[in-house]
């Protein structure tokens, strides 16, 4: 089965500043899709960014980055220009290519200080 | 992408009493779900809710507890059903293939659920 490690519970950064927030998987399969989600305290779960496996070229969306090493099944996020309203969980997540299951991290805590 | 609400938003409810939590989208789309989201936790599926015939449960979710209806394209409810204070928590649907990706899922705002 796969399964989607976060091993940062909880991440702080200044305002302004960037920060990578650690992602990775483990799957068997050579087809997927990769997720980024942020959670405010709002509860409302927003996506972030995407990455298809088979794109090489990482995704940029504005301020939000992946790195993804598909090798080493790795897939973090940078945030650059750290806002306060960054602060909030945010959730990894894999999708199988044809099947409709999200398999979800146990997400990172993210707090932007002023 | 799609524009997903969630009714009731909150609600405190007795053991033993069952809650209809309603999803609304604002577009056909192809698949919808349900997700718990106990407090402090992550994410974890409960069925996949099937238009027209009964919904998918993953393991450890049963119909008898959480039955679900998907009468249409646009619309599916969730009842959790003899209600203990375990099932405290934050209950979402998603919905995925809207007219702006097929592979994206979105999100309602979730319904907070509190049993006393």
């Known amino acids: 089965a796969q399964t989607v490690t976060q091993s940062q519970p909880e991440m702080s950064v200044q305002e302004a500043e960037t920060v990578t927030l650690s992602c990775t998987y483990d799957?068997?399969?050579?087809?997927?899709?990769l997720f980024w989600y942020k959670q405010p305290p709002s509860r409302q779960m927003i996506l972030v960014i995407r990455?298809?496996?088979?794109?090489?070229q990482n995704a940029t969306e504005n301020r939000f980055s992946v790195n993804f090493q598909k090798a080493a099944k790795s897939f973090s996020l940078k945030i650059s220009d750290s806002q306060l309203g960054d602060t909030a969980m945010y959730f990894c997540a894999y999708n199988q290519g044809g099947s409709e299951k999200l398999v979800f991290g146990k997400g990172t805590k993210l707090t932007v200080n002023p | 992408s799609a524009v997903i609400s969630q009714k009731p938003s909150r609600d405190i409810c007795q053991r033993g009493t069952s809650l209809t939590i309603q999803c609304q989208v604002d577009s056909q789309v192809t698949m919808m779900f349900w997700y718990r989201q106990q407090p402090g936790q992550s994410l974890t599926l409960i069925a996949t809710?099937?238009?027209?015939?009964?919904?998918?449960?993953e393991s450890g979710f049963v119909i008898d507890k959480f039955p679900i209806s998907r009468p249409n394209l646009t619309f599916s409810t969730l009842t959790v059903s003899n209600m203990s204070p375990e099932d405290s928590s934050i209950y979402l649907c998603?919905?995925?293939?809207?007219?702006?990706?097929?592979?994206?899922?979105?999100f309602g705002p979730g319904t907070r659920l509190t049993v006393t």
């Open positions: 809710a099937n238009q027209g015939s009964e919904a998918t449960y």
């Open positions: 998603s919905v995925l293939g809207t007219p702006h990706s097929t592979y994206e899922q979105y």
């Open positions: 990455q298809e496996a088979y794109k090489q």
């Open positions: 799957t068997s399969e050579n087809n997927y899709y």
